[in-house]
């Protein structure tokens, strides 16, 4: 005898949930802080037609706070946007605006190919400390100038798993208790490295004059941004 399935209901979490409340309020602060480096951003490199732009670490996410830089920038079609995601896209969006998929270690360009090259938030996931440093060697090496941020690591509250004062702690005992957390994704090394204000610094390249343009949240510096370029340049 023939049985009919009932059909499997899909039990959905309603918009107005407090886990989803929740996250539109970390994506609004988000975005408020991402408005201020832009802020930054363009006073020390003030947007024109003649700039050719590189933003490395564009992302498939559509939250508002996500490719921020696209969004804002005036000029999209002197941007040439780079992911290891599928963020095509982008070009249909932004008309003008070049998407390659590409590793940030080991970027597609000639030497100086760009005016500048920004990179929003993307340092503290590419692994190692010499990861970090060789990822901002490629971005000095491309562009002329270099504009990458970063969270703070000393700011109260951890942005990615949003746990409050535990990053503080060695970075062994805090990835201990993401996986005691299940967070398993941000305790891997690989997926989540921190920096600090003086650690940033440290990783650019020798002659190259850098400069700070932080960002505040509350009070306290909660982004970090540095600013550099290769002496002589303009």
Not at 171 to 179: A, C, D, H, V, Y
Request: hydrophobic letters at 40%; charged letters at 30%; aromatic letters at 12%.
């Amino acid at each position: 005898m023939d049985m009919k399935q009932e059909p499997q209901v899909k039990e959905v979490t309603p918009y107005n949930s407090e886990q989803a409340k929740f996250e539109f309020l970390v994506e609004r602060i988000s975005t408020r802080v991402r408005g201020k480096i832009f802020e930054s951003f363009k006073r020390l490199v003030p947007p024109t037609r003649e700039l050719k732009v590189l933003d490395v670490g564009v992302t498939c996410d559509r939250r508002a706070d996500s490719n921020f830089f696209e969004l804002h920038y005036p000029y999209k079609d002197r941007i040439t946007a780079v992911g290891l995601e599928n963020a095509a896209f982008l070009e249909e969006i932004y008309p003008g605006l070049t998407y390659v998929k590409a590793d940030a270690l080991d970027l597609p360009f000639e030497d100086d190919s760009f005016d500048v090259v920004v990179s929003w938030a993307v340092i503290e996931h590419v692994g190692s400390r010499e990861r970090q440093r060789r990822f901002i060697n490629e971005l000095s090496r491309v562009g002329k100038k270099i504009f990458v941020t970063t969270p703070n690591r000393w700011y109260p509250v951890e942005f990615h798993t949003v746990l409050p004062f535990m990053h503080w702690l060695p970075p062994n005992q805090f990835r201990s208790i993401l996986k005691a957390l299940k967070k398993d994704y941000f305790a891997d090394e690989a997926n989540l490295n921190l920096l600090d204000e003086k650690e940033f610094f440290a990783l650019a390249p020798q002659g190259m004059k850098v400069q700070e343009a932080h960002a505040r949240l509350l009070g306290p510096v909660s982004n970090l941004v540095l600013y550099g370029e290769w002496q002589g340049q303009d």
